[in-house]
């Protein structure tokens, strides 16, 4: 099975960084994706690590250590409309996404 | 990119009726389409995966009697819910594989389809 874990909820100021961490347990990896979702939508994709290392997509970022079963998306410069759910999602070793809970992030201005 | 469509965006029915959702991969050929249900701030569960030409595969849990699923075709997947119940209202999501993205591959979301019964 799979086990994922990320914060509920996290508050940030306009312009500021937050740093949203993701600790997993899986059989098998192929994969951890990030997703973005606002309320009563489908979730965005933002981005995909399978290497260890980070990965950079202008103000949004993902690490991934399969090591330690760990990855963050960072998002800098924050926005209003950055408000959203981000999940983050493992792509086990039968190729489907496992979930998440979830982590809530409002921005404040 | 590509692109998922949903029908309907929005059901509302009756308890016992049984409402059909389709899922369509519009801009490139899926093998493999996902249905995910979603409860209020809870996250995407996977229900069953859906092969083109095969019968789909069902999580555990998830009564394959009651949420039918066919994948006809490429572009299309649906999924139906029989005797619907109040308890199944959810947020149903589908998700498409494209099958030429090699070993980068993503699934593709559509926009869900809210369903209520009542």
């Known amino acids: 099975g799979q086990n994922i874990d990320q914060p509920t909820e996290m508050t940030a100021t306009e312009g500021a960084i937050v740093q949203i961490n993701c600790t997993y347990q899986t059989s098998g990896f192929n994969g951890l994706f990030w997703y973005q979702q606002h309320a009563g939508e489908a979730p965005t994709f933002l981005s995909y690590?399978?290497?260890?290392g980070l990965e950079e997509k202008g103000r949004f970022s993902s690490f991934l250590s399969r090591s330690k079963g760990y990855s963050y998306l960072l998002l800098k410069e924050l926005q209003m409309k950055d408000s959203a759910s981000y999940l983050c999602?493992?792509?086990?070793?039968?190729?489907?996404?496992?979930f998440g809970a979830g982590t809530t992030v409002t921005v404040r201005a | 990119g590509a692109v998922v469509s949903q029908h309907p965006s929005r059901v509302i029915c009756k308890s016992g009726t049984s409402v059909k959702i389709e899922c369509r991969s519009l801009d490139f050929q899926a093998t493999t389409m996902f249905w995910y249900r979603q409860f209020p701030k809870q996250s995407l569960m996977l229900m069953a995966t859906?092969?083109?030409?095969?019968?789909?595969?069902?999580e555990q849990g998830v009564e394959k009697d009651k949420f039918l699923i066919n994948h006809a075709s490429l572009t299309l997947s649906t999924l139906t819910v029989t005797s619907a119940h109040p308890e199944d209202s959810s947020f149903y999501i589908c998700?498409?594989?494209?099958?030429?993205?090699?070993?980068?591959?993503?699934?593709?979301f559509g926009p869900g389809t809210r369903l209520t019964v009542l």
């Open positions: 998700s498409a594989r494209d099958r030429a993205s090699g070993t980068w591959d993503t699934q593709y």
């Open positions: 859906s092969n083109e030409g095969s019968k789909a595969t069902y």
């Open positions: 999602a493992v792509r086990g070793g039968d190729y489907k996404l496992s």
């Open positions: 690590n399978v290497l260890d």
